[in-house]
């Protein structure tokens, strides 16, 4: 079976194997790798002495849980992504340069978060990604980020009456986005408290 993880490795130089992971000729790869760490925690009975687990190093294996690590990649590409761009608003099918698939892992958490499926997202976890700037209500965050656009404008023009294509210098259509809040006002589909907020900014309700 090491020659088995030797050869996962060459071919892709890591040994980042799903726990299910079998091989072609039908080598299970993926559990007897999860043995290996078990066994070197004493979790299960196994032979794996110094010259095994130097074996394993050479290859780069990791004994940490592989759940665990790629979870910790993951949160490291965060970081990266929040440094970069000031902030978590990630596309879903943002991929980093180096292939992680952060986009999709967002999503994920966004999912386990309210789920009563949350291994993955431990309460602890949970402060660290919102103390950094998790968006874990998408609508929310995008109806705000449009708010925010309606309240610079404003300011700046002393009302909230701008043509219906009106688009603010970074990109917001906020006349679209006025428009659609009347629309949302009409049908009694706004709750009093974005009515309070955008009657605060000079709202006007009947154009």
Known sequence: MYEVAKQYYISHGDL?????FVTPEGKRLGPWLNRQRRVREGKVSGTLDEERIRKLDAIS?????LAEERWNRNFRALCDYYDQHGDLDIPQD???PDGLNLGQFVKNMRFHKDTKYR????PSRVIMLTE????WDVNEYRWQQSYKAAQAYYQEHGDLKPPKR?????GEKLGVWLAYQRRKYTHGALSEQRI????????????
């Open 132 to 135: 950094m700037g998790m968006i």
């Open 94 to 96: 943002y991929v980093t």
């Open 119 to 122: 291994k993955c997202l431990t």
């Open 16 to 20: 980042d194997v799903p726990s299910a």
């Open 166 to 170: 009106y688009i603010t210098p970074n």
């Open 196 to 207: 309070e907020k955008l009657n605060s900014i000079g709202m006007v309700w009947a154009v």
């Open 61 to 65: 294996m990791s004994w940490t849980d």
